[in-house]
């Protein structure tokens, strides 16, 4: 079974550019995730969907971030613009249903110069 | 608000001896304990998880004790690995509700076993 996979892997910009990150879920799982993991912390949550619908976006930085799950299964989160505190690692993770495990993908790391 | 206290930062053991790492949070509305594994470069992965109707749960090496009373939870590892150096999470979610069963992370352990 194919794990989430993400891409790129690794980004650096400059501060007020833009930058996107890509989402595959594990196939057949409705629930995807967008975390942020600073260094040295553990993964924050930013949005979580249930298929192509919002379930919980309270910590989502709503002025620079969006994020789309169009027709349910892959996903884009997208920062515009950038800031320095934006520098971490972006997490995608997928579960068949809300409850269940969440399996999480290798990450981006992005540098915000 | 930390939600989820983790402890310590950092740990150093010997091949094999037991690695300790605790946990503290402070909803009373968590009803679910995993602990992650994440690997440089990797993404995290589920290692062991506990619900609290339980005081112990043992897959192995790994063992979360759980303490519903003083709220804190803590994995074991028995007979610690050079493979087992990595970065603990312990997390914590809702059974439902308003959170929309969120998990909230620890800060997370850097294990170093030494061989």
């Known amino acids: 079974e194919a794990g989430v996979a993400q891409s790129p892997r690794y980004k650096i910009i400059e501060k007020r550019q833009s930058v996107a990150f890509w989402c595959n879920p594990i196939?057949?799982?409705?629930?995807l995730y967008w975390y942020q993991q600073i260094l040295g912390q553990g993964p924050k949550l930013l949005i979580q969907?249930?298929?192509?619908?919002?379930?919980?976006d309270s910590q989502l930085p709503k002025d620079r971030f969006s994020a789309e799950r169009l027709k349910g299964v892959d996903s884009t989160l997208k920062i515009q613009p950038a800031k320095l505190e934006d520098s971490a690692v972006y997490l995608c993770?997928?579960?068949?249903?809300?409850?269940?495990?969440?399996?999480f993908g290798p990450g981006t790391r992005l540098t915000v110069l | 608000q930390q939600q989820v206290k983790q402890s310590p930062q950092s740990l150093i053991v010997q091949k094999g001896g037991i690695s300790i790492i605790n946990c503290a949070y402070e909803?009373?509305?968590?009803?679910?304990f995993p602990w992650y594994q994440q690997f440089p470069g990797k993404g995290p992965a589920l290692l062991i998880a506990?619900?609290?109707?339980?005081s112990e749960k043992k897959e192995g090496r790994f063992t979360i004790s759980f303490n519903k009373s003083a709220k804190q939870f803590s994995l074991h590892i028995m007979d610690s690995q050079p493979g087992d150096s990595a970065t603990y999470f312990c997390?914590?979610?809702?059974?439902?509700?308003?959170?929309?069963?969120?998990?909230?992370f620890g800060k997370g352990t850097l294990l170093t076993v030494n061989p």
């Open positions: 909803n009373t509305a968590f009803d679910y």
């Open positions: 997390a914590a979610r809702p059974l439902g509700g308003g959170s929309n069963y969120k998990l909230t």
């Open positions: 993770a997928s579960s068949l249903y809300l409850t269940d495990t969440q399996y």
């Open positions: 506990i619900r609290p109707d339980v």
């Open positions: 969907f249930q298929n192509n619908g919002v379930v919980d």
């Open positions: 196939s057949g799982h409705a629930t």
